[in-house]
């Protein structure tokens, strides 16, 4: 569907700008959406809160997105929760914020990407030590070390 939605509008751009040839499209590689299994995020999500606070966790709306960790996941039937972890410098953070222009901080795909290493390491083994034991625990009840 959305491989010929775009094939769709390159034509019909080619066609407005009076392109000599229609365009010659090649499809050289994809990948499946990545779709978190709702009953696994909330589970996950309620093990992040427990050990972070609302106010450290926050459910973002779905986005266009693909990774291969959901291929991963629906090719060995376990259910796929995909989360991201700030990193960023906050000063950097809350400028951008602060102006409405997130698009001013540097994606994990940036060759300007550069975590801040602390607290973003531990912050990040926390986080999945806390969804480890949400999975690995009987009636997720037991104690947390």
Known sequence: MIRSAIERVLHAEAEASAAPEPPEIEWSSAAPPTVNDPEATARTVTALTAQFGSRHVVVQPPVTA???????????????????????????????????????????????????????LTTGV?????????????QNQAARP
Request: hydrophobic share 45%; proline share 12%.
């Open 126 to 138: 926390q986080a999945l030590v806390a969804a480890a034991f949400a999975w690995l625990t009987p």
């Open 66 to 120: 693909s990774e291969d960790v959901g291929v991963f996941g629906r090719e060995c039937g376990a259910p796929t929760v995909f989360w991201f972890l700030g990193g960023l410098d906050p000063d950097e953070f809350t400028a951008a914020m602060t102006q409405g222009r997130p698009e001013l901080l540097p994606t994990n795909h940036s060759p300007y990407f550069a975590p801040v290493i602390e607290p973003t």
